[in-house]
T-cell receptor, first 111, second 112 residues
Framework: QKEVEQNSGPLSVPEGAIASLNCTYS??????FFWYRQYSGKSPELIMFIYSNGDKEDGRFTAQLNKASQYVSLLIRDSQPSDSATYLCAVKTTRGGKLIFGQGTELSVKP | DAGVTQSPTHLIKTRGQQVTLRCSPK?????VSWYQQALGQGPQFIFQ???????QRGNFPDRFSGHQFPNYSSELNVNALLLGDSALYLC???FGEGEKLFFGIGTQLSVL
């Protein structure tokens, strides 16, 4: 089992729709969870982080965490073509505290 | 305020050669992590340096080594290059425990 798994996609949504990106992790003791956005040919940039169960909202982005199910998600409301990118889920593990990334989900927002 | 800088941006080597990649962290950061990202994959953790010591290491062979200097900059060295080492090498800096990473633009390494 991979430490961090994401749906590989690609995920295609129409402009204005809600995009839902999912991630599961194997280390039950993990405490910190991150979402990075990576445009094609660019480096990852941090867009959201969450530490507690529940929802955390920042503008059009909402991160959701369910530690019992070992599941974290990212919702993007009113998706825009500029949101088209690969979204990387990252988890800080209890084994030494290194940040482990999933394989990424490619999102395409169609005008 | 300069962000994370990496050099070179592109590099072409042949099998068996050695390569050194360089990274300067964002101002105020003292921790440097290195990641390897193959095409279409997420970044894979190589190692992390803090106070000039390797603090954590991922599942990479000893051909991958690194160093951190007193000014917090870092180098990644790869010996005996293999075709499979072709990838984007990302440097990320952070402060202290290193949770929120800031990435450089990366070095695209091609091994022929």
């Amino acid at each position: 089992q991979k430490e961090v798994e994401q749906n590989s996609g690609p995920l295609s949504v129409p402009e204005g729709a809600i995009a839902s990106l999912n991630c599961t992790y194997s280390d039950r003791g993990s405490q910190s969870f991150f979402w990075y956005r990576q445009y094609s040919g660019k480096s990852p940039e941090l867009i959201m982080f969450i530490y507690s169960n529940g929802d955390k909202e920042d503008g059009r982005f909402t991160a959701q965490l369910n530690k019992a199910s070992q599941y974290v998600s990212l919702l993007i409301r009113d998706s825009q073509p500029s949101d088209s990118a690969t979204y990387l889920c990252a988890v800080k593990t209890t084994r030494g505290g290194k940040l482990i990334f999933g394989q990424g989900t490619e999102l395409s927002v169609k005008p | 305020d300069a962000g994370v800088t990496q050099s070179p941006t592109h590099l072409i080597k042949t099998r068996g050669q050695q390569v050194t990649l360089r990274c300067s962290p964002k101002s105020g950061h003292d921790t440097v992590s290195w990641y390897q990202q193959a095409l279409g994959q997420g970044p894979q953790f190589i190692f992390q340096y803090y106070e000039e010591e390797e603090r954590q290491r991922g599942n990479f062979p000893d051909r991958f080594s690194g160093h951190q200097f007193p000014n917090y900059s870092s180098e990644l060295n790869v010996n005996a290059l293999l075709l499979g080492d072709s990838a984007l090498y990302l440097c990320a800096s952070s402060f202290g425990e290193g949770e929120k990473l800031f990435f450089g633009i990366g070095t695209q390494l091609s091994v022929l």
